[in-house]
């Protein structure tokens, strides 16, 4: 695109501008925004760029430059429809940047994520935008600045292009997916309201008591080990948001169920668990102090087991491979991606909401709808 196209926004007047036309723009209007991050050393995302399209026009944020408190304001409140690709990590960041504000809703009313929207059509679970313009509209982008340091200044003419080409052209995928669902076609809900899920998943705020639930193995692990898994991941998550050090440099994730499993620790040990030789001359001290906390915390009894854990039966695992077939023939049928319903972490959780007499998620919302009645899942196999 020509960078005549382009608004550099790293003045108070250029960012008045855009809030003020961010404001004025109507439910039926689009809106894209995507955002150029660093987050190797800190657990807390560092914006470098928020890149906006709105109509053939680009207007690229620099947050190095000025206050964007303004613009997250106006960003959150608008009325138009906005457009992400692979939103994720652009939700969760645009949203803390809200919730540090303390503003009353730290997300845009309607979000739409165009990758997702694709699966809903059965194009692709995790196609990425390039490969994604070519084949739906035969716009081919450059890959140069792929790896490009956002955190540089100035910007080069070639990183403000790139950057601008990865708003660009959204409003014209959108257009161009719409065309693809038939009139009342139930993908197009399911979608919104999948959409609806994911938006509120993008504004939780960490929580160290429960950080454990996500680390791999944890689910084999025995309930004293799971204890100190559980104090271990409170301490480091604590210790990364009030430093702000990204958790793999204090302890590398794959190294905390090992270290969960030791008896006794030392340097060594940390060593063999797999912690990485730099993590443990700046804080292995404190890791190995975390520990001999944790083996004085007493069991917890009732200590909640993560996801993974119903696949100690070996039973269940034959189940959830029946599963995971079943599912993905409906997700045939239905003409959606098999990834929409037949995760792993959905299959387990159907099976812990069986085991627990609680209601499995894809008995609830779309789902619900998309898997119907005429099929039959497998039961909870006996112990």
């Not at 960012?15 to 439910?27: A, H, Q, V, Y």
């Not at 730290?106 to 935008?129: H, N, R, V």
């Not at 590398?252 to 169920?257: D, M, N, P, R, W």
Request: aromatic letters at 8%; a negative charge; proline letters at 4%.
């Amino acid at each position: 695109m020509s960078t005549n196209n382009i608004v550099l926004v790293d003045n108070e007047t250029s960012l008045n501008i855009l809030n003020t036309f961010l404001s004025s723009l109507s439910e039926d209007k689009n809106v894209s925004f995507d955002t150029e991050f660093t987050r190797t050393k800190t657990y807390y995302p560092i914006l470098d760029l928020i890149q906006v399209g709105i109509d053939d026009t680009v207007y690229i944020v620099d947050p190095h430059a000025l206050d964007i408190s303004s613009f997250i304001k106006a960003f959150v409140n608008t009325k138009a429809n906005c457009l992400f690709f692979s939103a994720r990590e652009d939700l969760e960041i645009l949203s803390f940047e809200a919730y540090k504000l303390r503003l009353e809703n730290t997300l845009p009313e309607k979000c739409i994520d165009l990758q997702l929207l694709m699966a809903f059509l059965g194009l692709g679970y995790s196609k990425g935008l390039q490969a994604s313009l070519e084949e739906e509209l035969d716009v081919s982008l450059p890959k140069d600045q792929t790896r490009s340091d956002w955190s540089l200044r100035p910007l080069t003419d070639e990183q403000i292009v790139y950057a601008a080409n990865d708003v660009l052209y959204l409003n014209l995928l959108y257009q161009n997916l719409l065309l693809k669902f038939k009139s009342s076609d139930p993908r197009l809900h399911w979608f919104y309201d999948e959409m609806k899920l994911q938006k509120d998943n993008c504004k939780v705020i960490p929580v160290p008591e429960t950080a454990y639930l996500g680390v791999k193995g944890a689910g084999s692990l025995s309930k004293a080990e799971l204890t100190v898994l559980k104090h271990l991941c409170k301490k480091r998550m604590e210790f990364g948001m009030e430093q702000n050090v990204a958790l793999n440099r204090i302890i590398t994730g794959c190294a905390l169920t090992p270290i969960a499993r030791l008896k006794t620790i030392s340097i060594g040990s940390l060593a063999k668990a797999g912690v990485k030789p730099g993590a443990i001359r700046q804080y292995g001290k404190q890791v190995i102090a975390w520990f001999n906390e944790a083996k004085k915390v007493p069991v917890e009894a009732s200590i909640e087991y993560p996801i993974e854990h119903i696949l100690s039966d070996r039973n269940v695992g034959k189940a959830v491979k029946k599963l995971k077939h079943v599912l993905a023939l409906i997700a045939q049928e239905q003409g959606i991606n098999e990834e929409l319903i037949s995760s792993k972490q959905l299959c387990y959780d159907y099976f812990k909401a069986l085991k627990e007499n609680s209601t499995p998620k894809i008995f609830t919302s779309w789902y619900q709808e998309c898997i119907g009645k005429d099929h039959e899942l497998p039961a909870l196999p006996q112990d």
